[in-house]
């Protein structure tokens, strides 16, 4: 199994930066991409980024240009830089990953707990 870790999540003002960790730990053979997700109240579950094996990145249109995602793949952990922040982006962050466990011939995602981002205008 693998398990997904979160943390930095917390309450910022309005323009400040944050920056989300996920780790990612278990019996872990591979992983393919690492991604964020975010839901506020009464809104859909919505991706954030996405980041690949080779590291190309894919953002929503409504965070291109103020969040960064990375990875930090000899530690098994993502990272998802927010800076500029909106009171718009105040959700329930969520970690995924696509990853293979040893001995299994498939890839499973899996999913952090969430990390309450909170930005104040």
């Known amino acids: 199994q693998v398990q997904l870790v979160e943390s930095g999540g917390g309450l910022v003002q309005a323009g400040g930066s944050m920056r989300l960790s996920c780790a990612a730990s278990?019996?872990?053979?591979?992983?393919?991409?690492m991604a964020w997700y975010r839901q506020a109240p009464g809104k859909r579950h919505e991706l954030v980024a996405l980041?690949?094996?080779?590291?190309?990145?894919n953002y929503a249109d409504s965070v291109k240009g103020r969040f960064t995602i990375s990875r930090d793949n000899a530690k098994n952990t993502g990272y998802l830089q927010m800076n500029s922040l909106k009171p718009e982006d105040t959700a329930v962050y969520y970690c995924?990953?696509?990853?293979?466990?040893?001995?299994?011939?498939?890839?499973?995602?899996?999913w952090g707990q969430g990390t309450q981002v909170t930005v104040s205008s």
């Open positions: 995924n990953t696509n990853a293979k466990i040893p001995g299994s011939r498939d890839y499973t995602d899996y």
């Open positions: 278990g019996s872990i053979f591979s992983i393919r991409a």
């Open positions: 980041i690949t094996s080779d590291s190309n990145t």
